[in-house]
């Protein structure tokens, strides 16, 4: 079993910057791919970057050039940076990892960009 923290939401005005954080459970190295997602009140939860435990990144063509995704495979941790914020980037956003085969998510954090 993995447990995935999230840290780091807020509310911020547009144009400005938040960095979520996701630390999962478990011996070093041991997560493979990690991610976030972010869901929108009445809308699908929706990929936002993913990253390999290489450090392989995919992202959302909403996200790209504005977020970095990022790890620490000693601390099981991906992070998400992002800058230039809009209202549309408001939804609360979750935290996904895979180990063994096996897919985690954590409990999400909100994330409020004012206009």
């Given at each position: 079993?993995?447990?995935?923290?999230e840290?780091?939401?807020?509310?911020?005005q547009?144009?400005?910057?938040?960095?979520?954080?996701?630390?999962?459970?478990?011996?070093?190295?041991?997560?493979?791919?990690?991610?976030?997602y972010?869901?929108?009140?009445?809308?699908?939860?929706?990929l936002?970057?993913?990253?390999?435990?290489?450090g392989?990144?995919?992202?959302a063509?909403?996200?790209?050039?504005?977020?970095?995704?990022?790890?620490?495979?000693?601390?099981?941790?991906?992070?998400?940076?992002?800058n230039s914020?809009?209202?549309?980037?408001?939804?609360?956003?979750?935290?996904?990892?895979?180990?063994?085969?096996?897919?985690?998510?954590g409990?999400?954090?909100?994330?409020?960009?004012?206009?």
């Amino acid at each position: 079993q993995v447990q995935l923290v999230e840290s780091g939401g807020g509310l911020v005005q547009a144009g400005g910057s938040l960095r979520l954080s996701c630390a999962a459970s478990g011996r070093p190295f041991t997560i493979n791919a990690m991610g976030w997602y972010r869901q929108a009140p009445g809308k699908q939860r929706d990929l936002v970057a993913t990253i390999t435990r290489g450090g392989s990144t995919n992202y959302a063509d909403s996200a790209k050039g504005r977020f970095t995704i990022s790890r620490d495979n000693l601390k099981n941790t991906v992070y998400l940076q992002m800058n230039s914020l809009k209202p549309e980037d408001t939804a609360v956003y979750y935290c996904n990892a895979w180990r063994d085969y096996t897919n985690y998510w954590g409990q999400g954090t909100q994330v409020t960009v004012s206009s």
